[in-house]
């Protein structure tokens, strides 16, 4: 059974940063990719930031360039994004997400199945 459980959330002001987590658990064969994705009320899922397996390479959505970054610890089954420089437009639900075996990223779009966080809820305050 696999688990990715995301952690890290919460309310801060705008300018401040906070850390993300996700802790997967069980295996996932045929990962092509994970990464980030946030939905705002009344918005649709967006990508923020997606690594790729094989070689590691990150992409970022241009509204969070420069300013998120994603990370893995594989030792320790995390998947991260630290976050600076936050912005009301920021505000969103977070989720984690790996792909299954036919599942892919393209940009920072996910397409085919993937397996899905809960979410974690980050509210940035002006």
């Known amino acids: 059974q696999v688990q990715l459980v995301e952690s890290g959330g919460g309310s801060v002001q705008a300018g401040g940063s906070l850390r993300l987590s996700c802790l997967t658990s069980?295996?996932?064969?045929?990962?092509?990719?994970m990464g980030w994705f946030r939905q705002a009320p009344g918005k649709e899922r967006e990508g923020v930031a997606v690594?790729?397996?094989?070689?590691?390479?990150?992409l970022y959505a241009d509204s969070v360039k420069g300013r998120f970054t994603i990370s893995r610890d594989n030792a320790k089954n995390t998947l991260y994004l630290q976050m600076n420089s936050l912005t009301p437009d920021d505000t969103a639900m977070y989720y984690c997400?790996?792909?299954?075996?036919?599942?892919?990223?393209?940009?920072?779009?996910?397409?085919?199945?993937?397996?899905w966080g809960k979410g974690t809820l980050v509210t940035i305050s002006s």
């Open positions: 997400a790996a792909s299954k075996p036919g599942g892919y990223c393209s940009g920072t779009g996910y397409y085919g199945p993937f397996y």
């Open positions: 069980g295996y996932i064969s045929g990962r092509d990719c």
């Open positions: 690594i790729y397996t094989a070689n590691g390479n990150t």
